[in-house]
Nanobody, 122 residues
């Protein structure tokens, strides 16, 4: 059983930056692909970014490509999401997830964190 805990959320002005972290415990972190998803009020959860087990491959949603960067440190059992040039439409609860497959599909992920709120003011 893998436990995931996100941190780093908060309030930022448009154009600003935040770095989210997700610390994993209870499993072999390097055996999981990791993903970030987000859910805005009244909207369905959507894919943000994913990274494979080694960190050598990444994939992004079109809405964040070029602004967000996903990375991982397998020695620290942590995955990160660096968010730059943030926009009000990035406001959401951000969730990290662990799964067996490098995928943009939420059903491919078996373990989820509790989420961290990110608010971008205009």
């Amino acid at each position: 059983q893998v436990q995931l805990v996100e941190s780093g959320g908060g309030l930022v002005q448009a154009g600003g930056s935040l770095r989210l972290s997700c610390a994993a415990s209870g499993g072999t972190f390097s055996s999981y692909a990791m993903g970030w998803f987000r859910q805005a009020p009244g909207k369905e959860r959507e894919f943000v970014a994913t990274i494979n087990r080694s960190g050598g491959n990444t994939y992004y949603a079109g809405s964040v490509k070029g602004r967000f960067t996903i990375s991982r440190d397998n020695a620290k059992n942590t995955v990160y999401l660096q968010m730059n040039s943030m926009k009000p439409e990035d406001t959401a609860v951000y969730y990290c997830a662990a799964g067996g497959f490098y995928s943009a599909t939420s059903r491919e992920y078996d373990y989820w964190g509790q989420g961290t709120q990110v608010t971008v003011s205009s």
